[in-house]
């Protein structure tokens, strides 16, 4: 196991914990010892092997045998046991989100609950209500949870799906008769959910390349194969749709497999018009001949029109555009030149602010802001006031000794629930840089909460709306919020809104950000990184503001160190 899965496994050991009622400290234990794997810089099988895994903090005795078993057998008797011990149906009703482990086991001993198909059925009935501790927002929230799972049972998130494809291709790619292998479908034009993975190779053996795939490590079962596609389950739960293709047509092939469906149909009927003829095996004119293909950019010039980069081929304007000479030149990954909202081991994060500052400089960055939570989020160790003032000492005493790099001095201060914020006036003033965001009272209606958060944009201290619409993908549907009123008083305010690129967020989404691009609101797209490791969900948000249709000039953390200060500054004032 790598540290990821096996990270994963003590998270569920949390859980399965929870579950069976035991120790509320020992499941504490296997949750923290789980994000101190995470965060690892290097292999826990490189640690064991120099005899370095008690130097891991919080790892006492008994898990670093864990540990051990693990990384020398590949499992783990303690969870094999635990594992049978604790009913299938208490972590079935676990993956509905909003459902805790204290609830499920309340649901499943008194409604004696076999499934989540019973349970929804028990929750339409009106008997969850009635159970001690529960009532009718309970039960409406169980059953908005149950859409919610079974919606992400069909849609996987782009940052889950994104890591397996990569995999898969980089798999593929080392197959000695493949000449080329790309990412297409949905997940190639970045969307923020996908249905399964699309992949197209070229190869002159598309049997020897099937046999390959079907005997890599992350193919769990064969779901079909032809003459040149298959189908795959990977081990993850997701499907990979591979299709093998001459070297000849593999630019077509990927035009076409990339899609979008409108898109391509648009480009059909201009070629038709053209007397020219579009499909996914090339270009060819009325009298027969076909136009050479030689990478897809050829595609759209024999069609008189600019390049399309895949994350805006949606037709939603870009093949007009393309056509007069108006697409933007979009925000590429090496264009952000920091990141302004992240947390350190001062509240919930795992990795010391210098160090974060010093894996930034690695990235390339000339800045970045730490933002740790106010007090108000006690759940993430949020900072009282005299804390952050040590804070912001320190930050500036860290800035002294740096080089290439500086640290703003931030914070994210809570929302509350009247729209006033968790730090007085006075203290923010203090600071380089503050994001305010909604931690709490998600169920307000849509014209309190957009009441709320207009009034925090309205304080002069706030330089950034944090993940401004509070959603979680696939577990949490976004707080009803006028998205219309917020991009309009951002505009008013100068008030800058956030893509977070987590990958459970990506808040705002492409839509709401190419909203507020068109009314002349700047963004900022952050990680809200919690490690070192999570500074490289930036490539998530960029996606997002690529799909916006969003340049450089549009987005605060793309300028240079100089620009962004005094932009910063002006807003204050």
Not at 183 to 195: F, N, W
Not at 483 to 488: C, G, N, S, V
Request: glycine share 8%.
């Amino acid at each position: 196991m790598n540290n990821a899965e096996i990270a994963a496994l003590f998270w569920e050991i949390s859980e399965l914990l929870e579950l069976s009622g035991d120790n509320p400290f020992k499941a504490r234990a296997y949750r923290h010892a789980a994000e101190k794997i995470e965060s690892l810089p290097e292999p826990l099988s490189t640690m064991y092997e120099e005899g370095r895994l008690g130097d891991i903090e919080g790892i006492g005795e008994a898990l670093k045998k864990k540990l051990e078993e693990i990384i020398t057998t590949g499992r783990l008797r303690y969870y094999e046991d635990l594992n049978e011990k604790v009913p299938r149906v208490l972590v079935e009703l676990l993956d509905i989100p909003g459902v805790g482990p204290k609830t499920a086991r309340a649901l499943y001993e008194h409604l004696h609950i076999g499934g989540i198909d019973e349970l929804e059925a028990a929750a339409k009935a009106g008997r969850v209500r009635e159970l001690p501790g529960m009532g009718v927002k309970t039960e409406q929230n169980i059953l908005r949870g149950i859409q919610m799972l079974r919606g992400r049972l069909d849609r996987i998130p782009l940052g889950v799906a994104m890591p397996i494809a990569q995999d898969f291709i980089e798999s593929i790619r080392r197959i000695p008769q493949v000449l080329e292998v790309r990412a297409a479908g949905s997940l190639r034009r970045r969307k923020e959910t996908i249905g399964d993975i699309d992949i197209v190779a070229a190869s002159g053996d598309a049997i020897a390349v099937m046999d390959a795939i079907e005997k890599l490590p992350r193919t769990r079962e064969v779901l079909s194969r032809g003459g040149t596609r298959m189908v795959v389950m990977a081990r993850d739960g997701i499907k990979v749709d591979t299709w093998v293709v001459g070297p000849s047509f593999f630019w077509s092939a990927l035009h076409h497999s990339t899609g979008s469906k409108a898109h391509n149909v648009k480009l059909r009927g201009m070629a038709r018009e053209m007397g020219l003829k579009i499909n996914e095996y090339g270009i060819s004119r009325e009298d027969g001949t076909e136009i050479l293909i030689n990478r897809e950019e050829d595609i759209y010039s024999a069609l008189g029109l600019d390049f399309i980069a895949p994350e805006l081929r949606e037709d939603t304007g870009e093949i007009e555009a393309a056509r007069e000479g108006r697409l933007p030149r979009l925000l590429e990954p090496g264009d952000i030149r920091g990141d302004l909202h992240m947390h350190s081991t001062w509240s919930d994060g795992v990795t010391s602010i210098e160090e974060m500052a010093e894996a930034a400089r690695r990235m390339g960055y000339s800045y970045i802001a730490i933002c740790d939570h106010s007090k108000s989020l006690g759940v993430a160790r949020g900072l009282a006031e005299e804390t952050l003032r040590r804070q912001v000492k320190a930050i500036r005493e860290l800035n002294k000794r740096l080089t290439g790099m500086r640290v703003l001095a931030g914070v994210e201060v809570d929302i509350r629930r009247d729209g006033t914020l968790d730090h007085p006036d006075e203290l923010l003033a203090e600071l380089d840089i503050v994001v305010a965001s909604v931690h709490s009272g998600f169920r307000q209606d849509a014209d309190t909460m957009t009441a709320r958060i207009i009034a925090a944009m309205r304080n002069p201290h706030v330089d950034i709306i944090g993940h401004p619409t509070g959603r979680l993908l696939g577990r949490r549907e976004p707080y009803a919020v006028n998205i219309d009123a917020l991009i309009e008083a951002a505009a008013e305010t100068g008030t800058v809104l956030e893509i977070n690129s987590y990958p459970d967020r990506l808040d705002l989404s492409d839509i709401h950000a190419r909203m507020a691009k068109e009314r002349g609101v700047k963004l900022a797209i952050n990680t809200d990184a919690h490690s070192r490791e999570q500074l490289g969900y930036i490539e998530y948000g960029v996606s997002v503001a690529r799909r916006a249709w969003l340049s450089r000039d549009d987005v605060i953390n793309a300028w240079e160190g100089e620009r962004l200060l005094k932009f910063l500054g002006e807003h204050k004032h």
